[in-house]
């Protein structure tokens, strides 16, 4: 996904009133910060997370939670070379949303930006952790 590809996506959603115009500057900026750490241009599998992100902070807007995570699937994720990271870009969205994040939200935002790093600066996946899928090879998505 390039940035101009992000835009077009933000611009329908807002279209659709399904965003608004905050949620659209801070999913760029994210998008930004992401492709910098990476060293691309154009960041591998993207869609997900910039599709989720900007729905996860409408949520927020209105009011909705979000079951967190299984357990197991959390501990995984903790252990991913990719963790820090992760977590580096929660900080930077919530700086930018200037408040923190739900929990749930988080968690599920830490799943994406591992496996995104994990598919663009290489690294195990997580299993599909939307999903909870068996965990068997063929879950797992392939670079």
């Known amino acids: 996904m390039r940035f101009q590809e992000l835009t077009t996506r933000l611009e329908l959603l807002q279209e659709q009133g399904l965003i608004n115009e905050k949620v659209c500057?801070?999913?760029e900026s994210v998008f930004e910060e992401l492709a910098r750490l990476v060293k691309k241009d154009s960041i591998e599998?993207?869609?997900m997370v910039f599709t989720h992100l900007p729905l996860a902070?409408?949520?927020?807007?209105?009011?909705?939670?979000?079951d967190r995570p299984d357990p197991f699937i959390l501990e995984e994720m903790k252990r991913s070379?990719?963790?820090p990271v992760a977590e580096t870009l929660v900080h930077f969205i919530e700086k930018l949303w200037e408040k923190s994040l739900p929990q749930g939200e988080k968690d599920f935002l830490y799943i994406h930006f591992i496996n995104l790093l994990n598919i663009n600066?290489?690294?195990?996946?997580?299993e599909d952790c939307h999903r909870g899928t068996s965990g068997e090879e063929g879950d797992r998505r392939k670079n």
């Open 81 to 83: 070379e990719h963790f």
């Open 25 to 27: 500057r801070v999913t």
């Open 57 to 66: 902070l409408m949520r927020i807007v209105n009011g909705e939670n979000i």
């Open 121 to 126: 600066q290489g690294g195990d996946e997580l």
């Open 45 to 47: 599998q993207a869609e």
